[in-house]
DNA sequence: CCAAAAGTGTTTCTATTACACCCATGT
DNA sequence: ACATGGGTGTAATAGAAACACTTTTGG
């Protein structure tokens, strides 16, 4: 490759950092990692890292992910870049930012521990370092458009769920309650979700049914112009 | 500052690009000008530059648009970063994407002679280098999601404009034909544009009244949850 | 007087909201 | 038998879509 004819001295470094959302069953949570490095070491952050020249930001924003929590083929979208001058204390760093939606209970503790990572409710975030937080944000305004007109909501949660854990994540991600009968019925009408035979008996004595998405039938339809609440 | 703690070598360029909106009362026209430097010199591109160490990457947005429009004060809302690892093919670049809306009427000849700029129809656009097309393509995407919600299609009219021009802009970003009985009722219901007693008088002749758009009382809605259209 | 574009209401239909009771089961 | 959460239907309301004629005026 040759960029001669680019004169550009300036040293503009290139990161990614990852807002990870996961689902405990009543919130909405984001995985919080202690800074292991100065500047800001020991405080919370984001998970990040430098995009490296041979790979493209993409894949750096998954290979952060995978490096954070062992996990591949996650839903992840590009969320903003943040380009001021001075976010980062130490030097020019620009940062494209990435969320990712995450089966919570695919995390292992293990990982968790060893990046002393946390499951924070988002209501709960404490203050993180550099503009983390506007990331965070910014992703969580992000979900819940997203979430609305994409059948994105599946991803934070088991392969097999109910429409009460369904429900609930609506209402995590929207702070707020909805019918259940309202809203049942719009999930069900949209024709996306199988039925299966099996209940779910931990929660109620009655049980619950167990539904999956049924990702060949959405394709089907048309992406656009559904709308899912 | 200290960017020792950040070890990393690689070199990775930081550059943006301009996808510029404009609107002849017909069409939807973006700005594309003639590359004049090398690789690709003298294929259509859009408008783009680096990123400077001292500049934030909206910074250097509006730097690269003013370069081309001598225009400042534009509504510009970052679009995406584009990040794969030979989407530039001299060199490894990544480039945030910016678009804007200008109004048409306010770009002047001259700029368009000198930098060999060109108003394309979005249905004549000719092949762009790199992922240009890419780009372009995303941003007229944005743009209809973006006009449905917020009052920024305003930004491509003449600081007057009447209803029927405002609607033949809301067909053009549609690519589609729009009841001007339930345009009018609904864009009038918001409460956001002031009658004007004056009439344009060149494309009928009854006249069609001027209305201007009252930022100041759209600032005091909410600015979530408005639907224009 | 006529061609051309502006302006204006009503009806139909669809989607959204609000709302309350019975069901199944483990203890 | 009862407490707990799961499941279900209908009526009222609001928003979107369909639709056609009259007005103005320069030529």
Redesign the interface.
């Known amino acids: 490759?040759?960029?001669s004819?680019?004169r550009?001295d300036?040293?503009?470094?290139?990161a990614v950092d990852c807002i990870i959302f996961g689902f405990d069953g009543k919130e909405l949570r984001a995985l919080i990692i202690k800074r292991g490095?100065?500047?800001e070491a020991g405080k919370w952050s984001l998970m990040g890292g430098?995009?490296?020249?041979?790979?493209?930001?993409?894949r750096?924003a998954s290979r952060v992910l995978y490096e954070l929590t062992g996990l591949t083929n996650i839903y992840m979208e590009?969320l903003?870049?943040f380009?001021?001058?001075s976010r980062d204390?130490?030097?020019?760093?620009?940062s494209?930012a990435y969320y990712a939606l995450i089966n919570i209970a695919d995390y292992s503790e293990q990982l968790q521990r060893d990046h002393e990572a946390k499951w924070y409710s988002l209501h709960e975030i404490p203050s993180l370092i550099f503009d983390h937080t506007e990331m965070l944000h910014k992703a969580q305004l992000r979900l819940r458009e997203k979430v609305a007109n994409q059948p994105i909501g599946f991803e934070l949660l088991a392969e097999k769920f109910t429409l009460p854990q369904l429900q609930n994540l609506y209402e995590a991600i929207y702070q707020g309650p909805i019918d259940k009968r309202n809203f049942t019925r719009k999930i069900l009408s949209l024709g996306i979700l199988k039925k299966l035979a099996e209940k779910e008996k931990t929660s109620s004595r009655k049980g619950a049914f167990y539904y999956v998405f049924e990702r060949d039938k959405y394709s089907q339809l048309e992406h656009e112009g559904m709308k899912f609440i």
């Open positions: 490759m040759d960029i004819n680019y550009h300036d040293r503009i470094l290139l490095f100065e500047p430098f995009v490296n020249e041979g790979e493209s930001v993409d750096a590009q903003y870049c380009g001021d001058v204390t130490a030097g020019r760093v620009v494209i």
